[in-house]
Nanobody, 125 residues
Framework: QVQLVESGGGLVQAGGSLRLSCRTS????????LGWFRQAIGKEREFVAA????????SYADSVKGRFTIARDNAKITVYLQMNNLSPEDTAVYYC??????????????????WGQGTQVTVSS
């Protein structure tokens, strides 16, 4: 089992930046990848970014490419999502998820087995 705890959300003006953190614990050595997803009010949860846990392969949604960066600390405990040039469309609850399934792509939400509680990001215009 894996535990995930997100932090770093908040209120920011359009054009600003935030860095989200996802602290992991438990049996992370078996993980294939860790991803960030977001869910806005009235919408389905959508893929944002992900990276392999034991490698450097990264994936990004088209809507965040060039603005968001996913990174992991060397101790393989915390994964970060650096978000720059934020817009009101980025307003959502952001979740990190753990994927143990070695099949499928980073953006397949159904392949993520564990989730954090989420952190709210609000971007004002």
């Amino acid at each position: 089992q894996v535990q995930l705890v997100e932090s770093g959300g908040g209120l920011v003006q359009a054009g600003g930046s935030l860095r989200l953190s996802c602290r992991t614990s438990g049996r992370t050595f078996s993980m294939h990848s860790l991803g960030w997803f977001r869910q806005a009010i009235g919408k389905e949860r959508e893929f944002v970014a992900a990276m392999d846990w034991h490698g450097e392969t990264r994936s990004y949604a088209d809507s965040v490419k060039g603005r968001f960066t996913i990174a992991r600390d060397n101790a393989k405990i915390t994964v970060y999502l650096q978000m720059n040039n934020l817009s009101p469309e980025d307003t959502a609850v952001y979740y990190c998820g753990a994927k143990f399934d070695y099949d499928g792509d980073h953006n397949e939400i159904r392949r993520y087995a564990y989730w954090g509680q989420g952190t709210q990001v609000t971007v004002s215009s």
